[in-house]
């Protein structure tokens, strides 16, 4: 599959929302205004090694935050990489980004993805 995205960034720390919810990602603040909205199944480059994950671009509305960030939850994958340059790759667009009635509804949500991204990620 090709890339719909490549965006390099440093990984700095955020609301560890991810990580309290079982979901811990890296996140790197600004992405590229081109780069569009949404959940996309991919890959994040740590060191020069492809580590398979689901990828997150946009607002957190379920939580009423406003700014535009990246985020990508690297699966089985447990390494402190704060302060490291990474990259996100994106490959395939799985669903458009959206505001969840509560917690519990993106968490299912989350898991239903991480299962549709480990299934694609084998092809």
């Known amino acids: 599959m090709d890339n719909l995205f490549e965006i390099k960034g440093v990984v ?7 990580r309290k ?7 790197i603040a600004s ?30 509305e ?13 699966l089985d994958f447990n390494e402190d990489i704060y ?14 980004s959206r505001k969840f009635y509560d917690v519990k509804e993106m968490l299912d949500q989350m898991k239903e993805d991480e299962k549709i991204a480990r299934v694609l990620l084998e092809e």
Do not use: C, M, W
């Open 12 to 18: 700095i720390k955020n609301k560890q929302r991810g």
């Open 21 to 27: 919810l079982g979901f811990p990602t890296a996140n």
């Open 31 to 60: 992405p590229p205004d081109e780069v569009p909205d949404g959940i996309f199944i991919g890959y994040t480059i740590i060191d020069g090694k492809k580590h398979k994950s689901l990828i997150f671009i946009g607002r957190a």
């Open 62 to 74: 379920t939580f009423g935050e406003t700014e535009r960030f990246a985020e990508s939850h690297i």
């Open 83 to 96: 302060g490291k340059e990474v990259t996100l790759q994106g490959i395939k667009k799985l669903r458009d």
